[in-house]
């Protein structure tokens, strides 16, 4: 955490490689979409870059996801909800910790939800050029259920 917040962010995609050779990013061949491609970051994370053109829109890492949702009843669903909720709130102090208290913690409707951000909850930080963000997303009933931290223009 302490490295992304030290990084002076440029999102133009060219500038990309410095970031990618000071995280170490390793260029992962498993999946390519129209406009993200996946990196290997550490050993076994993943890391998401969103791009548009020549500008990066934001990077992603969905660092705890629960894929098996449609085998949870609603009751085990709604509680599984719960527990990464209660992480997301964890981790939102364990971050503030490191970065102070966050510019805007709350859920997708409260006044100040960022408009470009797309998740259930959202704690955000400024950082060098940047908003660091963790989020709890939950799109629908059968994806999967997650916490990513997320890192995007300000």
């Known amino acids: 955490m302490k490295l992304l ?11 990309f490689s410095k970031i990618s050779q000071l995280l170490q990013l390793q260029e992962k061949n498993i999946y390519t979409y129209i406009n993200r491609k996946t990196y290997m ?9 969103y791009f548009s053109e020549e500008n990066i829109n ?11 949702t449609e ?8 509680e599984k909800i719960d527990e990464y909720y209660d992480k ?17 913690n709350g859920e997708a409707f409260a006044v100040g ?5 797309d998740a259930n909850w959202l704690a955000l ?9 963790i989020q709890h997303k939950n ?5 999967p259920i997650r916490l990513a931290l997320v890192i995007a223009p300000n």
């Open 125 to 133: 930080w400024n950082i060098n050029n940047a908003r660091l963000m």
């Open 41 to 49: 970051f550490s050993d076994k994370q993943e890391i998401n870059v």
């Open 71 to 78: 085998n949870l009843s609603n009751d085990e669903y709604a």
């Open 88 to 104: 997301f709130e964890n981790d939102t102090l364990l971050i503030g910790e490191l970065l102070g208290k966050p510019l805007f």
């Open 58 to 68: 934001f990077l992603e890492i969905n660092y705890a996801v629960f894929y098996d």
């Open 113 to 117: 939800f960022p408009e470009d951000q």
């Open 139 to 143: 799109e629908a009933r059968e994806l």
């Open 5 to 15: 917040s030290k990084i002076e962010w440029s999102w133009d995609y060219a500038y």
